[in-house]
């Protein structure tokens, strides 16, 4: 079983950083690619970025050049640093990992076999 725990949400000012950790356990692998997504209410769960096990990682065009996916292998952990924040980034944030290796990063949350309890995000104006 595997088990996926976000960290690190809070409550910031427009402009602002946080930084998200997800910390997993269990029977996951550090090749495969993980994967953060959001959801604000009353809104669709999106896609926010995910990243290979070789450290390459895609943006949403949202929060392209404001947040970074970072993973630590040793450590099976990985990290959302958000710069820059806006009131529209307020949402839950969940990472979230597949059941099998694959090649690219998916965007499809029907991908991700394995989320999070999530963490809430407030960013304030």
């Known amino acids: 079983q595997v088990q996926l725990v976000e960290s690190g949400g809070g409550l910031v000012q427009a402009g602002g950083s946080l930084t998200l950790s997800c910390a997993a356990s269990?029977?996951?692998?550090?090749?495969?690619?993980m994967g953060w997504f959001r959801q604000a209410p009353g809104k669709e769960r999106e896609f926010v970025g995910g990243i290979r096990w070789s450290a390459g990682a895609v943006y949403a065009d949202s929060v392209k050049g404001r947040f970074t996916i970072s993973r630590d292998n040793t450590k099976n952990t990985v990290y959302l640093q958000m710069n820059s924040l806006k009131p529209e980034d307020t949402a839950v944030y969940y990472c979230?990992?597949?059941?099998?290796?694959?090649?690219?990063?998916?965007?499809?949350?029907?991908?991700?076999?394995?989320w999070g309890q999530g963490t809430q995000v407030t960013v304030s104006s």
């Open positions: 979230a990992a597949p059941d099998r290796y694959y090649s690219i990063i998916l965007v499809s949350q029907e991908a991700y076999a394995y």
């Open positions: 269990g029977r996951i692998f550090s090749t495969y690619a």
